[in-house]
């Protein structure tokens, strides 16, 4: 696939995921239809599926790059966490009906459970990790936590919401990736925060370098998100200028794919 077919692919996928409610940009949606075609050992895993928009995002990627399944894990049960929707119907037979009206119920191997219970028996590599469930600390950490062992080196990680007013997605991209000597590149794009494993590999100094510049802007934000999370007042004027100042353009994603796949490679 060259660069032309490749973007032609993302814009369809935008224009598909118009149908379905959610909550990601068009910037996020071009991003995570490009996981799918990276290269590796693995398999990809969703935390987090609601309607099955980036879940069908995932599959058709999936289904493109000539890939066998994806994982999706999600309890699909009201509580705070899970955004508000529209539609009368239950989130279940929602979830369920999109993943069928495009064609992908076939390659999507569904988890209906929280992703602690799924993390007791998994036992499967990744390559690819997508985390959007729980946006609290404990919810996002325990998202991460329960799968980083199985992640290969070359593989990314991917989590949504961390220049968002939630506390969890943000501290868990700082701790657990941008502080961490076991990734490489890392990066933002719209609100996806995605760093790729290294494994026993060191960081190079401007991987470092570039890693630490974006946790100290990041970690600008962790005040206010605390005090959002415990109820107490913030200035939301300062927590908007810090987050304005985090860079979160959209990559070339055709030049950011072939450069992952070479870090796959040489991470062998």
């Keep these: 696939m060259d660069n032309e077919q490749f973007n032609q692919h993302l814009n369809e996928m935008v224009t598909m995921?118009?149908?379905?409610?959610?909550?990601?940009?068009?910037?996020?949606?071009?991003?995570?239809a490009t996981l799918p075609?990276?290269?590796?050992?693995?398999?990809?895993?969703e935390i987090g599926s609601f309607m099955g928009r980036s879940t069908t995002i995932l599959a058709k990627?999936?289904?493109?790059?000539?890939?066998?399944?994806?994982?999706?894990?999600?309890?699909?049960?009201?509580?705070?966490?899970?955004?508000?929707?529209?539609s009368d119907e239950k989130l279940p037979d929602l979830f369920h009906r999109h993943?069928?009206?495009?064609?992908?119920?076939?390659?999507?191997?569904?988890?209906?459970?929280?992703?602690?219970?799924?993390a007791k028996s998994w036992n499967l590599p990744l390559r690819i990790l997508w985390i959007d469930g729980d946006h609290s600390y404990k919810g996002a950490m325990v998202d991460f936590e329960g799968f980083q062992e199985y992640l290969k080196p070359g593989a990314v990680v991917c989590i949504h919401d961390v220049i968002h007013e939630f506390e969890g997605p943000t501290r868990v991209l700082?701790?657990?990736?941008?502080?961490?000597?076991?990734?490489?590149?890392c990066g933002i794009c719209g609100s996806i925060g995605w760093g790729q494993?290294?494994?026993?590999?060191?960081?190079t100094g401007k991987q470092?370098?570039?890693?630490?510049?974006?946790?100290?802007?990041?970690?600008?934000?962790?005040?206010?998100?605390v005090s959002v999370a415990n109820g107490l007042p913030s200035n939301r004027l300062r927590y908007k200028i810090d987050r304005?100042?985090?860079?979160?353009?959209?990559?070339?994603?055709?030049?950011?794919?072939?450069?992952?796949?070479?870090?796959?490679?040489g991470n062998r």
């Excluded at 075609?37 to 895993?45: A, K, R, Y």
């Excluded at 069928?100 to 219970?117: L, P």
């Design 37 to 45: 075609f990276l290269t590796g050992e693995g398999e990809i895993l």
């Design 61 to 86: 990627s999936a289904i493109r790059a000539m890939r066998a399944r994806i994982h999706a894990c999600d309890p699909l049960l009201p509580s705070d966490t899970v955004p508000k929707f529209t």
């Design 197 to 203: 494993y290294i494994g026993d590999r060191a960081p």
């Design 17 to 32: 995921a118009s149908g379905i409610e959610g909550h990601l940009t068009v910037r996020e949606i071009r991003f995570l």
């Design 99 to 118: 993943i069928r009206q495009h064609d992908v119920a076939g390659i999507v191997e569904f988890h209906q459970v929280k992703s602690s219970e799924l």
């Design 174 to 185: 700082i701790e657990k990736i941008l502080l961490s000597a076991s990734f490489g590149d």
């Design 244 to 265: 304005a100042r985090i860079p979160h353009s959209e990559p070339n994603l055709f030049r950011w794919l072939e450069e992952r796949i070479r870090a796959t490679i």
């Design 208 to 225: 470092w370098s570039e890693k630490i510049s974006l946790s100290r802007k990041l970690s600008r934000l962790v005040p206010h998100l």
